[in-house]
């Protein structure tokens, strides 16, 4: 949404979130696009459910880090898209180095995408990432494959369509340059 709204909503000023932006105080992640508007990216609001999850989710990983001897020191929760890379919570646990160990219930609970690259830089700095049910290989290379395949039938259909049109298309225009 539009800076101006998110401020309405908010119940301050366009001026007061207008100088957060520039000061780099903003408390939900922002992009200023091209034409210089700036747009909020405001969080969505975690359900009930979301929350109840996360806190089960919590208690097994709290468990887990017990049964292996693990002294916990932090607890951090976060809803959202992993996706995101404006993930405060973690950019600040990634940040840091007293943190030597992080434990996660699944891989694709820290990042869904690039976890290697993330566990090589945590182990070149002498920490790990323990993952608590590590998921199959296979299913990651099934939920891969399928994927491609989707998008394979998805760009076929779009660009066999495209095609189709603009071949009716010339056809039309070849008939009505023969009509007299």
């Known amino acids: 949404m539009k ?22 105080k903003m408390p939900v992640p922002f992009e200023i696009t091209p034409s210089g508007t700036i747009l909020v990216h405001e969080p969505e609001a975690p359900s009930s459910d979301q929350k109840a999850d996360l806190e089960r989710q919590v208690v097994r990983l709290l468990e887990f880090a017990n049964a292996q001897g693990l002294s916990v020191g932090k607890t951090v929760k976060e809803i959202g898209s992993g996706l995101n890379g404006k993930r405060r919570e973690l950019i600040k646990l990634l940040s840091d180095p007293n943190v030597t160990t992080i434990v996660v219930e699944h891989r694709d609970r820290l990042t869904p995408v690039g976890f290697e690259f993330l566990e090589a830089a945590l182990r070149a700095q002498g920490r790990r990432v323990l993952v608590v049910e590590e998921e199959e290989k296979e299913n990651a290379d099934d939920l891969v494959r399928d994927m491609t395949e989707v998008l394979t039938s998805l760009a076929a259909r779009w660009y066999g369509k495209r095609s189709a049109r603009r071949r009716a298309k010339r056809a039309l225009e070849a008939l009505q340059r023969e009509d007299p």
């Not at 979130?17 to 780099?24: I, P, Q």
């Open 3 to 24: 800076l101006s709204e998110w401020a309405r909503k908010r119940g301050i000023t366009y001026k007061t979130a207008w100088r957060w932006v520039k000061e780099g």
